[in-house]
T-cell receptor
Framework: KAGVTQTPRYLIKTRGQQVTLSCSPISGHRSVSWYQQTPGQGLQFLFEYFSETQRNKGNFPGRFSGRQFSNSRSEMNVSTLELGDSALYLC??????????????FGEGSRLTVL | GENVEQHPSTLSVQEGDSAVIKCTYSDSASNYFPWYKQELGKGPQLIIDIRSNVGEKKDQRIAVTLNKTAKHFSLHITETQPEDSAVYFCAAISIGGNTPLVFGKGTRLSVIA
């Protein structure tokens, strides 16, 4: 069974640009969560989608957005990039149905560098 | 909301020694406590978990303990090996609820051969 796939793995952008990251969950998983990982801050929750609906949102500015498609694939977008957005963005899928199960399967992440 | 504190942030041990990582949580509604291991260049991977109706759980060289009263839970690794070197994250969540999994800030474990 294929794991969670994230693309691109690495990307470099400049301040003010926007970026779109993609995530394909494990087959059959309908829940997709996104986390931002930075040194010293650990894993900070961005948002979670289940059956194309945003189920939860973390404390990030409106520049961070996401969506989920009918095949459970998800994208997240960051507009007007700032230097502080440089981070590893991790996507995780879960077999959860109603409510959270707590067991997340992570991809290898997309490392974003903002210059 | 839930807040998870994790200590220490870095830990170095000699091969064969034990390592202990401690976490505290704030939300008494949390009832599931997983531990994730992140190796270099990879995403975190679940290695063990414990539910609030259990005080201790073991899986070979790793064990987790939970003290619900004190809202503490710990990861114990015995007979450490170089391949145990990684970043470990604790987390907490209320299963079936509407809140996401909240992680601690991680512990970088180095096992020195």
């Amino acid at each position: 069974k294929a794991g969670v796939t994230q693309t691109p793995r690495y990307l470099i952008k400049t301040r003010g640009q926007q970026v779109t990251l993609s995530c394909s969950p494990i087959s059959g998983h309908r829940s997709v969560s996104w986390y931002q990982q930075t040194p010293g801050q650990g894993l900070q929750f961005l948002f979670e989608y289940f059956s194309e609906t945003q189920r939860n949102k973390g404390n990030f500015p409106g520049r961070f957005s996401g969506r989920q498609f009918s095949n459970s694939r998800s994208e997240m977008n960051v507009s007007t990039l700032e230097l502080g957005d440089s981070a590893l963005y991790l996507c995780a899928s879960s077999p959860g149905t109603s409510g959270n199960t707590g067991e997340l399967f992570f991809g290898e992440g997309s490392r974003l560098t903002v210059l | 909301g839930e807040n998870v504190e994790q200590h220490p942030s870095t830990l170095s041990v000699q091969e064969g020694d034990s390592a202990v990582i401690k976490c505290t949580y704030s939300d008494s509604a949390s009832n599931y406590f997983p531990w994730y291991k992140q190796e270099l260049g990879k995403g975190p991977q679940l290695i063990i978990d414990i539910r609030s109706n259990v005080g201790e759980k073991k899986d070979q060289r790793i064990a987790v303990t939970l003290n619900k009263t004190a809202k503490h839970f710990s990861l114990h690794i015995t007979e450490t090996q170089p391949e145990d070197s990684a970043v470990y994250f604790c987390a907490a969540i209320s299963i079936g609820g509407n809140t996401p999994l909240v992680f601690g800030k991680g512990t970088r474990l180095s096992v020195i051969a």
